[in-house]
């Protein structure tokens, strides 16, 4: 039987819970299953504190502590590329699996591309939808929508 292992992360996802509210998450994606790792602060504030204390101990001053603290949010995804699945399952309450044999329906659509009034361009946040028997799942996410596809395709079939 072949080993689970962790394919990709869709970082920074919004998990809808309401008209108006969403949870963040990460969306970690093995060979075997889907894993909505709940984000927790407690997790991200320790994260943070190591990054500092790492910086701290390679010999830099304060301000480079700050910044690699203060990087750890758009980073912080990376660690579940490292972890085993059962370990992310283990660290914060919360979080779940998505079996893909459970799943009837996925669909994903790319957010919409415009232009404010300075000619800024900017893009609505990317969407994906599970559809299971007993629910359904709403994720919103910015980034990559070509390695999100790749990544789901792989789990799932094709999107």
Do not use: W
Request: glycine share 8%.
């Amino acid at each position: 039987m072949e080993e689970e292992k962790v394919l990709g992360v869709i970082p920074h996802a919004g998990l809808k819970k309401g008209l108006f509210k969403s949870e963040s998450c990460n969306l970690v994606v093995t060979n075997k299953r889907g894993i909505v790792a709940k984000f927790s602060k407690d997790v991200y504030k320790k994260e943070a504190q190591e990054r500092a204390e790492e910086t701290k101990q390679g010999g830099r001053g304060r301000f480079k502590q700050f910044l690699s603290s203060a990087s750890t949010m758009t980073t912080f995804y990376k660690r579940y590329l490292e972890m085993l699945p059962e370990d992310i399952l283990k660290e914060t309450p919360g979080t779940f699996v998505i079996e893909p044999s459970t799943v009837v329906k996925t669909q994903l659509k790319e957010g919409r591309r415009y232009s404010d009034e300075d000619g800024f361009k900017q893009q609505n946040p990317h969407s994906l939808l599970i559809v299971m028997p007993k629910a359904k799942l709403q994720f919103n996410f910015s980034g990559d929508i070509r390695n999100a596809r790749s990544l789901l395709s792989d789990l799932f079939g094709k999107i």
